[in-house]
C-alpha cells in the first residue's frame, strides 16, 4: 500500500474518532440556586447525567465565577431556580432578583440555553438530605451547604425532567411508526 493512501488511512480514522469524541461530548449543565446575598451551583459531568456540587458563591460575584468556570469547562445549559408561592404564583423574590439575573445572564452568555426550574421545596428538601446523610448539626447550620446542595437538587430534578420528555417523545415517535405500518398492513 502506497504512503500516501496509509496516511489518508489514518486521518480518516482520526477524522472519525473526532467526529466519534463530538457525539459522545457535550457540555456540562449549571444549576443556580440564586439567593440575595449566596448563590448555590451545581454541575452535570460530561455526559449530563450526575449532578454534583460545584460551589457557593457570593451572589454579587456570580457572573464574574461563571465567566471564570466556562473559561475551563464547555457548558451547553444554565438551570436558574425559579421561586414561586405554593400556588404558583410569582414570588417576590423572583420578581426582584431572579428575572433581572436571568435577563443579566442572558445579556453575558447569548450562547448558552438558560432555562428555568420550579425550585418550591429544595432548601427544605436539602436540609433533610444532609440529616439523612448523617451530617453533623454543626455543618448543617453552614447555609453555603444548603446552597449547594439545593442546586443539587434542582439539578437532578432538571435532569430527570429532561430523561422523562425524551422517554415521551421517544413513546410517541414508536405510536406514529406503529400505526403507519398498521396502516400498511
Known sequence: MPIEAKILDALFFLLFLFILYLCIYVGRIIAIDYGKKRTGLAVTDEQQRIATPLDTVPTA???SYLVSY??????EAM???WPVQLDGTPSETQKQ????AIRQLRKIFPDIRLETM???FTS????????????RKKDRRDKGTIDRVSAVILLQSYLIRQQME????AAQSE????ASASFLI
Open 61 to 63: 460575584s456570580l457572573v
Open 70 to 75: 466556562m473559561s475551563r469547562e464547555p457548558v
Open 79 to 81: 438551570v436558574i431556580g
Open 97 to 100: 432578583y431572579v428575572e433581572p
Open 118 to 120: 420550579d425550585e418550591r
Open 124 to 135: 427544605k428538601m436539602a436540609f433533610q438530605s444532609m440529616i439523612d446523610g448523617g451530617l
Open 166 to 169: 425524551a422517554e415521551r417523545t
Open 175 to 178: 405510536n406514529r411508526t406503529a
